[in-house]
């Protein structure tokens, strides 16, 4: 991202919460033209497309995307609303204006200025929960906002999702060492959690991320892959070789690779050895 693309804001003090809504605007319709708004305006579609422009910028934003306004620009409408559209708004504030470099400040808060949300649903509940705490009183809710209102702030920021990708990839790599070491005993997702540390879920979704299967889906890969060496370099049974591989029941094994490799275990050596 380019430094016109990424807001910051020097922390502390945080940037705090002010108030959020939802609007919904049917075909036709537009979002009004605002200038000088004095404070920032967080928006983050839901449903439909935006067509909103701030000073020389312009964007379409479609679900699960966001942009920031700013708090002293022009923001308009480039056109009405094609399908019907949902969003998101937010306005806060920051003690500190913001900049591209504070680095005497312990921290630097991030914000995209217009892009796609990480986790758009985990956004929306964010908002959802916000909002639902306008109908109560402000001496109850102030501390609650302001807390979502971090999380939010948070999930946003770039150079945490740079991390999280990190972490998946290294929780993933994890997940891959260990299914290659004990590939030849029982592994469930109990076993699994159990020795990694991690919710079973939570391994899924890193595995789902970086691989692209779960670890259920990658065992089983591993397992066959390492039957059809065997299948090459031995002349062991169909038998010694799926109990090798890690396979309790040879017929389960037969089927499994026959789908995956198109050919029997037998028919697959006779393949390459006549």
């Known amino acids: ?57 312009q964007w379409a934003l479609r679900a699960g995307d966001m942009a920031v306004l700013m708090p002293d620009a022009h923001h308009y409408a480039v056109q009405g609303c094609q ?15 913001s900049t591209a470099d504070h680095e005497s400040i312990s921290h630097n808060i991030k914000l995209p ?25 402000r001496s109850t809710a102030f501390w609650r906002e302001q807390t979502l209102f971090i ?22 790599e994890q997940v891959e060492s260990y299914i290659k070491m004990h590939y030849r005993e029982p592994i469930s997702n109990a076993r699994l959690s159990s020795d990694l540390h991690f919710h079973y879920n939570y391994l899924t979704r890193c595995m789902k991320e970086s691989h692209g299967l779960t670890p259920t889906e990658y065992l089983l890969q591993y397992r066959l892959d390492q039957a059809k060496r065997l299948l090459l370099t031995t002349q062991w049974s169909m038998a010694r070789i799926a109990e090798h591989v890690g ?24 393949q390459y050895t006549e």
Request: aromatic letters at 14%; a negative charge; glycine letters at 4%.
């Open 1 to 57: 991202m380019t430094e016109r693309s990424v807001l910051t804001f020097p922390s502390p003090p945080l940037p705090y919460f002010l108030e959020c809504g939802k609007t919904h605007y049917m075909p036709g319709e537009s979002h009004p033209n605002r200038r000088n708004l004095g404070v920032f305006d967080l928006i983050l579609v839901q449903r439909g497309c935006l067509f909103l422009g701030e000073e020389d910028m």
């Open 83 to 97: 399908e019907e559209t949902s969003f998101y708004w937010l306005h806060f504030q920051s003690a500190v204006s």
């Open 113 to 137: 200025r217009q892009g796609p949300v990480p986790y758009p649903e985990q956004a929306y509940h964010l908002f959802d929960s916000l909002h639902l705490l306008a109908t109560e009183p």
């Open 151 to 172: 999380e939010l702030l948070e999930l946003l920021d770039p150079s945490r999702s740079d991390q999280e990708q990190s972490r998946v990839r290294k929780i993933a």
């Open 247 to 270: 396979f309790q029941y040879p017929p389960y094994f037969s089927r499994r690779f026959s789908a995956r490799f198109g050919l029997s275990p037998l028919q697959f050596r006779k």
